[in-house]
């Protein structure tokens, strides 16, 4: 019995099966509480992944590849992803505050687990996040922006 609780422990403790499972349970509270509507907020959270790991590349990827680090992808996308979800889901129900709250939490919690592992710095960590931050700030504005133009197209 307590062998099973370590196995379990060490498989959650990976960085990589962490974000899986977070990734699983958002992409299902999103869609059980928007519907298709929660379709169109998953495409925002993954473009806005996306871009913010090109912008860190872009910005980043060198320098810390140089010093011997890895580029902190991981907190950025999850930072780009948690102001979504933080945009879309902040200002409802209790039910969506807490997961909003507990999003937040465990997008903290990757780039701590980064941090101790060894894969890259605190600095390094920090600019991802505002990388994250950044991007997904910009791609809300871009489709927000496309969308008022084209309903004023409609009319």
Known sequence: MIQL???????????????????????????CRRGWDGAAILSLVLTAGIVSESMLSALTGSVL????LS?????AAYAAAAVIVYIFFSRSTVADTLFTALFLLSSALLAVSGIFA??????????GILVGIASSGL????????????????R
């Open 118 to 127: 060894g894969m890259y710095s605190p600095g390094a960590a920090a600019v």
């Open 5 to 31: 609780s370590t196995q379990s422990l060490a498989v959650l403790s990976s960085p990589w099966i962490f974000s899986a499972i977070v990734v699983l349970i958002t992409a299902l509270f999103i869609i």
């Open 71 to 75: 580029c902190p992808y991981g907190t």
């Open 65 to 68: 590849q140089e010093i011997g």
């Open 139 to 154: 791609v809300y504005t871009a489709v927000v922006s496309m969308v008022k133009y084209y309903l004023s197209m409609g």
